[in-house]
């Protein structure tokens, strides 16, 4: 069966790559709070001579401070830089104009650092963000895989059972099968694709503990996210069991969705508690809600979707540091925010990470 699907990004999304904006290949307009992506080769071609040479006085340095130089030469021909444009935070485009003046060059390394800038997945030919059909589908195994163990009758012999350093172990037993016999191999899911033209944007990702009052201002850094209120779209194609495959416990896409949507609520439904507590904006939800569990069934997916959303609550351990070593919890004590400033005075416009709503398009076939 063949299902068209859309993901309504509710709050920012970030898929790893393994890929950074590195400082050589952007140039930031201060005044705009923007950055330019640009291809380098392209931008070449666009200088006279007198530009060139300049350029490649610079490129010949084997100094720090070449750096800065390169970035002064950048903002002085930005009118011949062509490219993608993101939305930064201001704050972040003060930093680079701070950069420009810097003289000292351990103070220049470490400000450079600060820009290295981690990139949400993307298409290489386009330059536009996708969602990889992967991600999503680990995040509807979790989500199924939690609740089905919930749901067992086995539960506790299971759970008593099982060794938190193999867990394809314990999901094979809730699964009955593995490798050939687990049920999500017939669960195909396309890349998604986005709807209409989407604009990603830059954002401090800010570590909030849930307990105090205070930011680790050092774990802050800026990160590339696809914004809520985009939209992408997409294919499932959950194929028919075929006889004598040995898949013992095959699924229906409603069943899966049905248990999906409930470990995911019970998560979001403890940050709209947190929430209360710290301040931070809640993702809406609201358009949604007539049809919950019918045509939508909230997700969550990426970067920073929290250790909750990732793992199987009965046998969930956290490893979390603390000032007299690590110990083991099973809620961690701290959450990612996406915000505006580095370390913001309140949480007021800051949000949690990941939050999507899965909608089957052609729900009538569920």
Known sequence: MLYEIKLHILSPVHIGCNECYTPTEFVIDVDKSIMIHFDLWQFIKTLNDKEWKEFEN??????????????????????????????????????????KQLNDEKEILKKFNEFEIPRTFFNPYTQTPIIPGSSLKGSLRTGYLDKTLAESPDKENLIKNADPRNPEQLEAKILEGQMSTDPFRLLKISDLEPEGQVKTKVIYQINVNKLKDNIRSTLSIPIEVIPEGSIFKGTVKLDSLIENSDIKKPFDFKSLLTKVHAHYAEIFNREVDLRKNKGFRRPLIEQFKNELKIKYFLIRIGKHSGAEAVTIESVRKIKIRTAKGSIWDKTPTTIWLASQNKKPANLSQAIPFGWVMLEVVNADTL
């Open 58 to 99: 610079i490129s010949e340095k084997d100094t720090v401070a070449c750096l800065v130089q390169l970035y002064r030469f950048y903002s002085k021909v930005k009118e011949k830089v062509k490219g993608r444009i993101i939305s930064i935070p201001k704050e972040l485009a003060e930093r680079y104009r701070e950069v």
